[in-house]
Structures are given as structure tokens and as C-alpha cells.
């Protein structure tokens, strides 16, 4: 999905690196909201053995991690996961490393609710909305 100059797509292998450097630059102001990443991402190992730990659980069908990458900067800015429990969607978290102001600018609200849709939609999910 691709809005403005975002695209929001899978979480792959091949983004280690610049996942691991979006949680290490924003580590301080991540521990209180995403323990469970930043705790489980301290290393680069640590990212490695986490970004195969997460890429089991979609194969599962439990855990959707996704990238919103900036085409113009040509960097990840942003990190998106759609939590579901016993075919329940239970929540949508994010990060990105824009502040508040240009995050309201940005990426408003409908990409955001078309991307849940999508997302649901393709893995069959039916009572949402």
C-alpha cells in the first residue's frame, strides 16, 4: 500500500539492519510503550533471532509486522504489527521516527484504517468494522 511517498509492506529478513537501527535510535522513548521489542532487540543477533521469531508467527497467521518505508529518504521510518489471538484482531501498534507534528501531516488516519482492512481482508478475517 502506498500513500504519498510511503509504503507500507511485509517486514522481510532483508530489513534487519535498518529495523535494528529504527528500535536503537528511538530505544529510550520505546521501552515504556514496546517492552516486548525492545527488550528482545538489544543486539543485532538479538534482531536477527526476534525478526525470525516474528516472520514464523505471520506465517502463522498470529502476528503481522510490517515497514513504512520513506521513498524519498530511501530509509524505514516506521514499523507497523497487527496482533490477532484465537482469530481475534486484537491490536495494531507503531512506531515511526517522524515527530508528532509531521506524524499527523504525514500519516493520517485513513491509510492507517485502509491498511487494517487490507490486511484483515487478506488473511480472511471477517468481523472487523
Do not use: H
Request: one cysteine or more; proline letters at 4%.
Amino acid at each position: 500500500m502506498t500513500f504519498d511517498q510511503y509504503t507500507i509492506r511485509p517486514l522481510t529478513q532483508e530489513d534487519l539492519i535498518p529495523y535494528f537501527q529504527l528500535v536503537d535510535e528511538n530505544r529510550q522513548r520505546l521501552e515504556d510503550f514496546f517492552t516486548g521489542t525492545v527488550s528482545r532487540t538489544k543486539t543485532l543477533e538479538d534482531a536477527r533471532t526476534f525478526l525470525t521469531d516474528i516472520t514464523q508467527r505471520a506465517l502463522d497467521k498470529t502476528y503481522f509486522p510490517y515497514v513504512i518505508e520513506d521513498s524519498l529518504k530511501q530509509k524505514i521510518a516506521g514499523f507497523l504489527d497487527i496482533k490477532i489471538l484465537n482469530g481475534i484482531f486484537q491490536r495494531l501498534n507503531w512506531v515511526c521516527t517522524l515527530t508528532r507534528l509531521m506524524l499527523i501531516k504525514a500519516l493520517p488516519l485513513k491509510p492507517f484504517s485502509c491498511f487494517v482492512k487490507t490486511v484483515l481482508k487478506s488473511i480472511n478475517f471477517k468481523n472487523f468494522f
